[in-house]
């Protein structure tokens, strides 16, 4: 298939899964790339077209075993023209459930046809000193497996004809997907005194939860708990208080221990 560019697409609030999409598509090892950050709120206002000879990369994280809810809109708006894609979903080292599935059906049912497929570890979000979850995921072993997935891309791409050939793609998950889980407060963060109102937080916030005048206020209705203020704090003024959250990250400190490796599906 002679693929003229790649669209690289990723929400990730915490940066693991841009990381594993950069390394896949440099993999993938063609000139024309062009990056789609979707994390921040107006880039979701974008709608995205893809064309028959661009290669989509798509990344997200997977939250509770799905796509992030807030995605949906975004993804759903997507016209692509019989364009191969490739399904990545990043995980925090216990589970991707249904969210691979998912995420290739959604883009199939916007034109896309999955060409390949995988699962990638990243750091936990709810990651913290004291809770340790898949720190510093993707490591240098992740990446390299993540480049090399790429170059398998590919060889599949070139050996085929046309994107009418691509074979049906099989990944895991199960129908129906996995229950959204509800009834968790994201009433979570504990703000310091060490807290400079610098606003990082606030660019940062993929939902526009923070309060553009006082750093210190989350709104909880908007919070997706997915930790970028936590994590990108240069003052580690940010930090999960006692909550069901906390509650989470410990359970998942002590039962998520054993390194899971990336798969691929091709
Ligand atoms: C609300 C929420 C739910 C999550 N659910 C899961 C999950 O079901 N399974 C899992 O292994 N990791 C889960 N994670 C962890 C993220 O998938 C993981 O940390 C991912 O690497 C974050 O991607 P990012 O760095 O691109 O933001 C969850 C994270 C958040 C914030």
Redesign the pocket.
């Given at each position: 298939m002679d693929i003229q560019s790649v669209k690289v697409a990723?929400?990730?609030?915490?940066?693991?899964?841009?990381?594993?999409a950069q390394a896949v598509a440099q993999g993938i090892g063609l000139n024309n790339v062009e990056q789609i950050d979707i994390?921040q709120p107006g880039a979701r206002k974008q709608p995205l077209k893809v064309a028959s000879n661009d290669l989509l990369v798509a990344?997200?994280?997977?939250?509770?075993?799905?796509v992030?809810g807030l995605l949906m809109g975004w993804l759903q708006s997507i016209e692509a023209d019989n364009s191969p894609c490739v399904c990545i979903?990043?995980?925090?080292?216990?589970?991707?459930?249904d969210?691979l599935l998912e995420l290739k059906e959604t883009l199939e049912k916007q034109g896309c046809k999955a060409v390949a497929g995988a699962g990638?570890?990243?750091?936990?979000?709810?990651?913290a000193e004291d809770t340790p979850?898949?720190v510093s995921?993707?490591d240098e072993d992740d990446l390299k497996h993540a480049q090399a997935f790429g170059a398998k891309i590919k060889e599949k791409l070139d050996s085929l004809a046309s994107a009418d050939r691509i074979p049906a793609l099989e990944v895991p998950g199960n129908h129906p997907y996995?229950e959204m889980v509800g009834g968790?407060s994201a009433d979570f963060i504990e703000v310091s005194e060490a807290c400079t109102q610098c606003g990082i937080c606030e660019d940062l916030c993929p939902t526009n939860a923070i309060d553009y005048e006082n750093d210190v206020m989350v709104d909880v209705d908007s919070c997706?708990?997915?930790?970028?203020c936590i994590k990108g704090c240069p003052e580690n003024a940010r930090s999960m208080k006692a909550s069901k959250?906390k509650e989470i990250a410990k359970w998942?400190a002590d039962n998520?221990k054993e390194p899971?490796q990336p798969v691929n599906f091709l």
């Open positions: 990723y929400f990730s609030p915490t940066g693991t899964s841009k990381t594993v994390t990344a997200v994280p997977v939250y509770a075993g799905r992030p979903a990043v995980y925090g080292n216990r589970e991707f459930d969210a990638y570890i990243g750091e936990h979000s709810f990651s979850i898949a995921r993707p996995k968790i997706i708990r997915c930790c970028a959250v998942l998520c899971k």
